[in-house]
């Protein structure tokens, strides 16, 4: 098991027109990103203090090929969520090693069009023919969508 613990961040940009942000952090594991977590959302605050931890099960020796990838979002109930920064964390083998009580730091880089996690697609490859330069897919189902009306709903 990793354990990643999200504690806190400083100085944020302020997002919304009251001054303040809204902000919340998605943890993945790269490369797969199958598997996310989601901090709480903390309201009006420019520096949150979360204190969540977080467990992802990955075999030792995958350690050294694995990236945590921390996304810092602005919540908006109305509207699309505003991408704040992120922060990709490497050498997870030496981090984990090296002195797990002593919090670390790292600058949040500002976004630069990560694509929004609006959900999945379950799809499959059913023919191609290239002599006809056709393709056939297969839509099976889609699931965790975002909500992209006022109602909640997609």
């Known amino acids: 098991q990793l354990q990643v613990r999200v504690l806190r961040a400083r100085d944020l940009p302020a997002k919304d027109s009251n ?5 919340y952090v998605k943890i ?3 490369p797969d990103r199958k598997k996310k977590f989601q901090t709480k959302v903390l309201r009006r605050t420019l ?5 969540e931890t977080f467990s992802f099960g990955v075999p030792f020796a995958e350690l050294p090929a694995r990236r945590l990838h921390f996304s810092v979002y602005d919540f908006d109930r109305f509207s699309r969520h505003d991408l704040i920064g992120q922060v990709v964390m490497e050498n997870l083998l030496e981090v984990a090693e090296a002195r797990p009580e002593v919090p670390i730091w790292r600058d949040i ?3 630069t069009g990560e694509k929004a996690d609006l959900g999945e697609v379950n799809f499959s490859l059913f023919c191609y023919l290239p002599t006809a330069g056709r393709l056939t897919v297969t839509v099976i189902r889609a699931s965790n969508l975002r909500a992209m009306d006022l109602t909640g709903y997609s």
Do not use: A, I, K, T
């Open 19 to 23: 001054g303040f942000s809204d902000p």
């Open 28 to 30: 993945y594991l790269l």
């Open 47 to 51: 520096n949150p203090e979360w204190d």
């Open 109 to 111: 880089q500002e976004g």
